[in-house]
């Protein structure tokens, strides 16, 4: 499927409120870098944190939901899915493939 994968933190965290500040920011410069490098056609974040930090214009409505994208990395298109934890854990599996 020439697929890859990355991380946005290097590190094992249990949910997205562990995930430090400058670790996300380093995370986003790591991705936007990636993005450039590799051109992949689609870019999918797994939770929202990261992907509406990637996704953040000042003084605009900065919500996510789970789906595909308004916004864009790098002219990719980007879509946001559930991971296995809190929130992810609890939608219907029909929700999920939305």
């Given at each position: 499927y020439n697929m890859?994968?990355?991380n946005y933190v290097d590190r094992?965290?249990?949910s997205e409120?562990?995930?430090?500040?400058?670790?996300?920011?380093h995370?986003?410069?790591r991705l936007e870098q990636v993005?450039?490098?590799y051109k992949p056609r689609v870019v999918c974040f797994v939770g929202k944190k990261c992907c509406k930090l990637q996704l953040y214009v000042p003084r605009t409505n900065n919500e996510v939901e789970?789906?595909?994208?308004?916004?864009k990395v790098?002219?990719?298109?980007v879509i946001c899915v559930p991971h296995g934890s809190t929130e992810g854990a609890?939608?219907?599996f029909e929700d999920k493939l939305k």
């Amino acid at each position: 499927y020439n697929m890859s994968f990355m991380n946005y933190v290097d590190r094992p965290t249990r949910s997205e409120k562990e995930i430090k500040n400058d670790e996300l920011l380093h995370g986003k410069h790591r991705l936007e870098q990636v993005v450039e490098e590799y051109k992949p056609r689609v870019v999918c974040f797994v939770g929202k944190k990261c992907c509406k930090l990637q996704l953040y214009v000042p003084r605009t409505n900065n919500e996510v939901e789970f789906g595909i994208q308004d916004r864009k990395v790098k002219d990719r298109v980007v879509i946001c899915v559930p991971h296995g934890s809190t929130e992810g854990a609890q939608m219907k599996f029909e929700d999920k493939l939305k």
